[in-house]
DNA sequence: TGTATCGGATACACGAGTGTATCGTAGGAC
DNA sequence: GTCCTACGATACACTCGTGTATCCGATACA
């Protein structure tokens, strides 16, 4: 048997990580669509095309895979954040500040929840953190990273001196991302297509950001 | 039997209202601690000290009892905030601008959401109207209003001429509720007590206002 | 190719919640 | 005070989801 020993000493075949894998994608997905408590066990299930059975003997229970799904969501945010930074640096954007100041942060933001999916996910996690203190650590801690993120951005592109900030870094961060989620959320629940819904979103962050630079 | 004939036709008794009244008060109490899908028609007529014989006798079922809850919520808010404003004005708080200009706006926000609960029932109420197209008209209708209340004080603000902002009162409007929402939904996540909350939601509300405001 | 074992399917027992049909009574009309 | 009826309580039948105990087969290795 193909074991890939884990450091703690656990053993687990490939065969099981992708049926945790794929009972997670499901899950996502579900929870998404009707919400926590309204996902029954076997709805995620049959999504991921497996019985009860495979769910049980990889979860513990439902509450637990949406802890671990959540953990997972707040990481592979931050770090598509962290990617699309890097890759930003590469190409040698952050040369051309900064008349392409904003932009850059509004990119940045837009793959952190790439379509109306991700922020149903993201809006179930919310609502459960205000419930539940650990999810709520968790969900907060997430939240200080992205900000962490974004305002070293706002740092580097306020390094190219010819762009002040009326605020902090920490606090255009704040903002910004409390705009870009208060937009985001609007716009799905007005139903709009994908790219509308980032025509507006960036417009509304747009307005904001004019308003953050120093004239 | 005092029966209050409605304008409809239908014909309900003062016991039934009150009935009414406290099945849909012990919902919002629930509502706002498990969510609609955990909350049992039980646990809401425990809570309201009736069996669920009263409950299938008043509502259809759990679904309208929250559209119903959800429909109220939106106007108290709105009616709330014009409630508020009326007041201030008779006290004359209006002619005290610019200096507590933008306190006006947060004591005015402070109103709309008086207590962890009612932001719990909000985000509740947020998360469905993500799901169901009804709900989000409503939701989206309540916010329109709001905005265009708390515009209506900016414009009275910007109207004494010693102080002028640097975006239109709609989307000064639209920033302060996002900020607002922002801040308080994350102080009722870190589990502060109310003052707390008040305080810090305050505090990043009055940084947005003096960014704002034109120098 | 045989075989041991792990992983997922199946079957079942159970509880929780729902909605309805029926009943008893509180409270208003007279 | 008496009667009536609307209103809420009670009882019951039913569905749906859960979790577990057991079984079966795929898979990795000899």
Redesign the pocket.
């Known amino acids: 048997?193909?074991?890939t020993r884990v450091a703690g000493g656990a053993?687990?075949?490939?065969?099981?990580e992708?049926?945790r894998r794929r009972l997670l994608d499901a899950a996502a997905q579900v929870f998404a669509e009707v919400g926590l408590d309204a996902?029954?066990?076997?709805?995620i299930?049959d999504r991921a095309?497996?019985?009860?059975?495979?769910?049980?003997?990889?979860f513990e229970?439902?509450d637990q895979l949406f802890l671990e799904l959540a953990g997972e969501v707040a990481l592979d945010r931050v770090e598509a954040v962290r990617r699309r930074i890097a890759e930003l640096d590469r190409e040698g954007a952050f040369a051309d500040l900064p008349a392409n100041a904003f932009a850059i942060v509004q990119d940045v933001l837009d793959v952190s929840a790439d379509d109306r999916l991700s922020i149903l996910l993201m809006s179930e996690i919310r609502i459960h953190a205000l419930r539940n203190r650990e999810l709520a650590a968790a969900y907060l801690a997430q939240d200080e990273e992205m900000r962490r993120a974004i305002a070293r951005i706002i740092d580097d592109i306020g390094r190219t001196k010819t762009v002040r900030f009326r605020l902090p870094s920490d606090q255009v961060a704040r903002l910004m991302l409390t705009v870009w989620e208060g937009a985001s959320v609007r716009a799905a629940m007005a139903g709009l297509d994908y790219a509308e819904m980032c025509r507006r979103t960036n417009e509304e962050l747009a307005r904001v950001a004019q308003l953050l630079i120093e004239v």
Chains 1, 2 share one sequence.
């Open positions: 048997m193909t074991d053993t687990t075949t490939r065969r099981r992708t049926t996902a029954s066990v076997e709805a299930c095309g497996f019985t009860r059975g495979a769910f049980y003997s990889n229970t439902k």
